[in-house]
């Protein structure tokens, strides 16, 4: 099984429907981040969790949510999906840095693609 | 606020041909960290590198290379004698390293196609 499980892998949707995106992991890391990534844009921070109680938006959390069930849980919904979420939807995960500063290695999910209509 | 770009959108090169990809970085940090992933056409992000503002050594694994010049605010990476499997996207990432609750800022990728 992969450390970093994203489902699902693939979604079709209509404008307005509620979507959640769903990030499991097996590194017993604390931290957990959601990436969005579209092509000519590279990868985006959407938000991101240090640890279970702790939730911070990223450079483009509007018309996002996210929700950090346990350590290894980690949720993104879209209350109201619209065309333009159209993207690939990272999930990755990192312990804190050795020595305190800066930021650790990411590990990625797989990726869920998801198309809105 | 941290930046990185990398100019090169796309790159094509014949198999066996070296490339280097250039990522160049702005921060108000002293101390800072600098990645490269790459992501094949299958999706998955690999991590490649992770490197620190204080080794500007340059570093070597296998046909890999890292240039980091503080001067330039770059940190440039080379593959020599390029193969069809190095084909991806790649991307360079920083984050700035005054706490330990950064994250990972990343550009906007390099496409490299390596053809036989």
């Known amino acids: 099984d992969a450390d970093v499980t994203q489902t699902p892998r693939n979604r079709i949707t209509k404008t307005g429907k509620r979507i959640m995106l769903e990030c499991s992991q097996t590194?017993?890391?604390?931290?957990m981040y959601w990436y969005r990534q579209d092509p000519g844009l590279g990868l985006r921070l959407i938000y991101y969790?240090?640890?279970?109680?702790?939730?911070n938006k990223g450079e483009i959390s509007d018309g996002y949510s996210v929700s950090r069930q346990a350590q290894a849980k980690f949720s993104l919904s879209l209350e109201s999906a619209i065309p333009n979420q159209t993207a690939l939807y990272f999930c990755?995960?990192?312990?804190?840095?050795?020595?305190?500063?800066?930021?650790?290695?990411?590990?990625f999910g797989a990726g869920s693609r998801l198309t809105v209509l | 606020a941290q930046k990185v770009t990398q100019a090169q959108t796309e790159i094509s090169v014949v198999e066996k041909e070296d490339v280097t990809l250039d990522c160049v970085y702005e921060?108000?940090?002293?101390?800072?960290?600098l990645f490269w992933y790459k992501q094949p056409p299958s999706g998955e992000l690999v991590f490649l590198i992770r490197r620190n503002s204080f080794d500007e050594q340059n570093e070597i694994s296998g046909r890999y290379s890292w240039n980091f010049q503080k001067s330039t605010s770059s940190f440039n990476f080379t593959i020599t004698a390029s193969q069809v499997v190095d084909s991806a996207v790649y991307f360079c990432a920083l984050s700035e390293g005054s706490s330990g609750y950064s994250t990972l800022t990343f550009g906007k990728g390099t496409m490299l196609l390596v053809s036989p």
């Open positions: 969790s240090f640890d279970v109680k702790d939730i």
């Open positions: 590194k017993g890391h604390d931290r």
């Open positions: 921060t108000r940090d002293t101390t800072y960290y």
């Open positions: 990755a995960t990192s312990d804190p840095p050795q020595g305190g500063s800066g930021a650790n290695v990411l590990t």
